[in-house]
């Protein structure tokens, strides 16, 4: 199996260097350590602020970055305990990890395993002074978190949000965040490909995923991820390490969730501290043929089975959205809002049938594996670890 890796950064120790700003730091992360050199060099206080990336016009890595970095974040959490998933296992000590700024008041998105755990959490925006931040929100299901800091009346730089389903495979994205500590690092690479599917940190399925080259390390979790006009596409959130491997650095396959799904979910956060889904209850396989998503299993008592939609179903549509297979079930139901009633188009053995559905909103965990019921189909092998 496949195992995609969180991307954030634990800090069980650090031995501060002397004048020249260095640290040395033990990142932990299941049964792995590692010992990393932290740089930090400190900055010249007359830094200017960047400016929010409004235009069209195609940038230079040097010109994103500029515009971008007094907006990124470096994100501390004091982990008292987790027993979320990609852990594995409960742990206790620093997490550190990456954000940005989504409003000029003080709201910042992060990945929600970032502050997973947390008793406290600390935000960095570019050179200012590290402040406390409340945790407006998080959702385990698309892996995303909001925060607030006190801007102490200042205004910050809020970066400028992009439109994930715009972006084609092959163009160029440029990711920064703070890759094993290391404050605002910049690297580049492609889009290699979309529409993948990873499982979120309580075990759902988060669609329409976009896969780079671009450096990912632990601690770029909750960073942004830019397209060539200096907008955001995505939050940089796991990585793939290889079958059977225990390394936790970049292999040239990292994932980011698309910033489409993020502007939906930051939006419920802000409004009320939590984010529904439109949950459907069934797991699904794909068809040979891609002509379909076929049912292989019904949740008793789910909005499918409500419906009388049953195993071997194959479906063929949604909601006036055509189904080739699960990925596309799993989108069109995360499309919706939990109480639409939709048109649901299947096939049953050789007959065509139309079957309304009520969706119903998605429980807070998936607990189960192969029968995963959550209206997502197969998972496609994915699974967590800890970097």
Do not use: C
Not at 20 to 42: D, L, M, N, Q
Not at 192 to 210: D, E, G, H, Y
Not at 281 to 297: K, M, Y
């Amino acid at each position: 199996m496949r195992t995609p890796r969180m991307l954030t950064a634990l800090v069980a120790a650090a031995l501060v260097g002397g004048a020249g700003g260095a640290a040395v730091v033990a990142t932990t992360g299941g049964s792995t350590s590692t010992v990393t050199t932290r740089i930090e060099t400190p900055t010249a206080s007359g830094s200017t602020q960047p400016v929010s990336a409004s235009s069209t016009a195609v940038l230079s890595p040097r010109e994103v970055y500029d515009r971008a970095k007094g907006s990124v974040a470096y994100i501390t959490s004091q982990i008292t305990e987790s027993a979320s998933p990609f852990w594995g296992q409960q742990q206790q000590g620093e997490a550190t990890g990456s954000g940005f700024v989504v409003s000029d008041d003080g709201y910042i998105v992060t990945n929600a395993h970032v502050v997973d755990g947390a008793s406290s959490v600390t935000v960095k925006v570019g050179d200012r002074k590290a402040v406390k931040a409340k945790i407006v929100g998080a959702d385990d299901s698309t892996d995303v978190a909001l925060l607030k800091i006190d801007t102490g009346g200042e205004k910050l730089t809020p970066l400028t949000l992009g439109d994930s389903d715009a972006v084609n495979v092959g163009d160029p994205v440029y990711a920064i965040g703070n890759p094993f500590g290391l404050s605002r690092t910049l690297t580049t690479g492609v889009v290699s490909a979309l529409q993948r599917q990873i499982t979120s940190p309580n075990n759902w399925t988060i669609s329409n995923v976009i896969q780079t080259d671009a450096a990912l390390n632990p601690g770029n979790s909750g960073g942004p991820l830019f397209d060539d006009t200096g907008k955001v596409i995505g939050i940089n959130s796991q990585i793939e390490t290889g079958t059977g491997s225990s390394e936790s650095g970049n292999v040239g396959i990292g994932f980011a969730v698309p910033i489409n799904t993020v502007k939906t979910v930051i939006a419920q956060l802000k409004a009320t501290g939590h984010a529904k889904h439109a949950y459907l209850g069934v797991s699904t396989t794909d068809t040979e043929d891609d002509s379909g998503a076929t049912v292989a299993a019904v949740q008793s008592g789910g909005p499918a089975d409500k419906a009388g939609i049953k195993s071997g179903d194959k479906i063929v549509a949604l909601g006036g959205t055509t189904v080739t297979d699960a990925a596309d079930l799993g989108a069109a139901v995360d499309a919706r809002h939990a109480g639409d009633e939709v048109k649901v188009e299947l096939k049953r053995g050789g007959d065509a049938k139309t079957i309304t559905v009520k969706l119903g909103t998605r429980p807070e965990k998936d607990i189960t594996s192969s029968d995963s019921s959550n209206g997502y189909g197969d998972q496609g092998g994915f699974g967590f670890g800890a970097p």
